[in-house]
């Protein structure tokens, strides 16, 4: 995932570059293509995101689900955030948005269609974590910093090529040289970079979960079975890596039938701590064992 976050900073460069080329545009307007083109991506992305999904806030016919993230929403001490269902064939539940466009917290119908009450209101405590800690505004605000610095790389790589192959003279040659290394470097960074991005994304996917354990205290059990239940579902389900889904469990190959069986195995299993290091999510176990831990002590 870290080398496709690379990749698609790459692609970013090199789509903005040909764009610029087409219309004969210099070089130094990168500077504020670049920023305009991220700034764009920032409003647009909610737009993106909820594709597909319908808003279902005044809709009579989910109004339990509007109640519930109401009452989670209010508990929590922020507004409500809009609702939306997604027909998306596999159980999910997400929140998306930023200041401009408003919030939303949205679930696939699978994953109404699996999960009693009490494991859906767990789902949602944890969706409604991530708008009361801001989490849409970080993560994006964190991920422009590889996206950055691997956009000023390519550049250095490509007008190193350019400066080495024109090269009239050994200035110009030192000159293409010096930018190639340092291209060089900032691609490397930029796929360190990527590796915190997604620390940071488990950071913030643990700390949603710890509010959905203080909201619920011992009732918090109901989100490990329905991480349970998620998985169990997803083990027979096939997800497009090149759709970009960012998915509440990501598919694992699993034994278990039963929930209540794969909470006892993540109970009792041994992970590494590079278990997860390229995955947006912590792994299933990790987020099993805190979340019942943090159950115990609310």
């Known amino acids: 995932m870290a080398a496709a976050g690379v990749l698609a900073v790459l692609a970013e460069f090199l789509v903005t570059y040909v764009i610029m080329s087409v219309l004969a545009l210099p070089?130094?307007?990168?500077?504020?293509?670049?920023?305009?083109?991220?700034?764009?991506?920032?409003?647009?992305?909610?737009?993106?995101?909820?594709?597909?999904?319908?808003?279902v806030t005044d809709d009579p016919a989910f109004s339990r689900l509007r109640d519930m993230v109401r009452r989670i929403a209010e508990a929590s001490g922020v507004?409500?955030?809009?609702?939306?269902?997604?027909?998306?064939?596999?159980?999910?539940?997400?929140?998306?948005?930023?200041?401009?466009?408003?919030?939303?917290?949205?679930?696939?119908?699978?994953?109404?269609?699996?999960?009693?009450?009490?494991?859906?209101?767990?789902?949602?405590?944890?969706?409604?974590?991530?708008?009361?800690?801001?989490d849409m505004e970080l993560v994006l605000a964190l991920g422009l910093i590889p996206s950055a610095l691997?956009?000023?790389?390519?550049?250095?790589?490509?007008t190193g090529q350019m400066l080495l192959f024109a090269a009239l003279d050994e200035?110009?040659?030192?000159?293409?040289?010096?930018?190639?290394?340092?291209g060089f470097l900032l691609t490397v960074?930029?796929?360190?970079?990527?590796?915190?991005?997604?620390?940071?994304?488990?950071?913030?996917?643990?700390?949603?979960?710890?509010?959905?354990?203080?909201l619920l205290g011992p009732s918090a059990v109901y989100l490990a079975r329905a991480l349970a239940k998620i998985q169990i579902y997803m083990s027979n389900v096939r997800v497009d890596p090149f759709k970009g889904i960012v998915l509440t469990v990501p598919p694992m190959r699993i034994r278990e039938t039963n929930p209540d069986d794969l909470l006892q195995k993540w109970s009792r299993e041994h992970v590494s701590p590079l278990a997860d290091i390229l995955s947006t999510h912590p792994h299933p176990a990790k987020r099993?064992?805190?979340?019942?831990?943090w159950a115990n002590r609310v």
Do not use: C
């Open 171 to 182: 200035a110009a040659l030192l000159l293409g040289l010096v930018m190639l290394a340092v």
């Open 288 to 293: 099993v064992r805190s979340i019942l831990q």
């Open 189 to 214: 960074a930029t796929f360190f970079i990527q590796i915190f991005v997604l620390w940071f994304n488990r950071l913030r996917e643990a700390y949603a979960d710890l509010h959905a354990a203080r």
């Open 79 to 134: 507004k409500p955030p809009r609702v939306y269902v997604t027909d998306d064939p596999f159980p999910n539940a997400f929140a998306f948005g930023n200041l401009v466009q408003g919030r939303g917290v949205a679930v696939t119908r699978p994953l109404l269609d699996i999960l009693d009450e009490n494991e859906l209101h767990a789902v949602l405590a944890h969706e409604v974590g991530h708008v009361r800690h801001f």
């Open 150 to 158: 691997g956009s000023i790389g390519g550049f250095m790589l490509y």
């Open 27 to 55: 070089l130094w307007t990168l500077a504020v293509g670049l920023p305009l083109f991220w700034l764009f991506q920032w409003l647009i992305s909610p737009v993106l995101i909820s594709r597909g999904a319908r808003d």
